[in-house]
């Protein structure tokens, strides 16, 4: 069974930071792009940052820019979200998804992706 499983998530307080972890299953990673995507309440669900199977990363989402970031480890199937400085409005359930090909750009403006994670949940709040 082809899954991808995010975990690390919770609460954190403003300013804090919080790395999320995207573990494949059923498939090596190696020769795709994964993406992140987060889900704030109310609000529909935004890519946020990509990497390629060449390790170069896209991002985005403005706001995010300088403090989230993105990276894999083949050999465990991984790809990591690393997130600081975070703010009350990153607030959301992230998820990490991939459509099997190499292309970051799709991240930002498609949601019609192959796997997708069940999501973890962050709350940035005092």
């Known amino acids: 069974q082809l899954q991808l499983v995010e975990s690390g998530g919770g609460l954190v307080q403003p300013g804090g930071s919080l790395t999320l972890s995207c573990l494949a299953s059923g498939f090596t990673l190696d020769d795709y792009a994964i993406g992140w995507y987060r889900q704030a309440p109310g609000k529909g669900r935004e890519g946020v940052l990509c990497?390629?199977?060449?390790?170069?990363?896209?991002t985005f989402v403005n706001s995010v820019k300088d403090r989230f970031t993105i990276s894999r480890d083949n050999a465990k199937n991984t790809v990591s979200l690393h997130m600081n400085r975070l703010k009350p409005e990153d607030t959301a359930v992230y998820y990490c998804?991939?459509?099997?090909?190499?292309?970051?750009?799709?991240?930002?403006?498609?949601?019609?992706?192959?796997?997708w994670g069940n999501g973890t949940s962050v709350t940035v709040s005092s």
């Open positions: 990497i390629n199977s060449n390790y170069d990363t896209t």
């Open positions: 998804a991939t459509d099997f090909l190499d292309y970051c750009f799709r991240f930002g403006h498609r949601l019609d992706m192959e796997i």
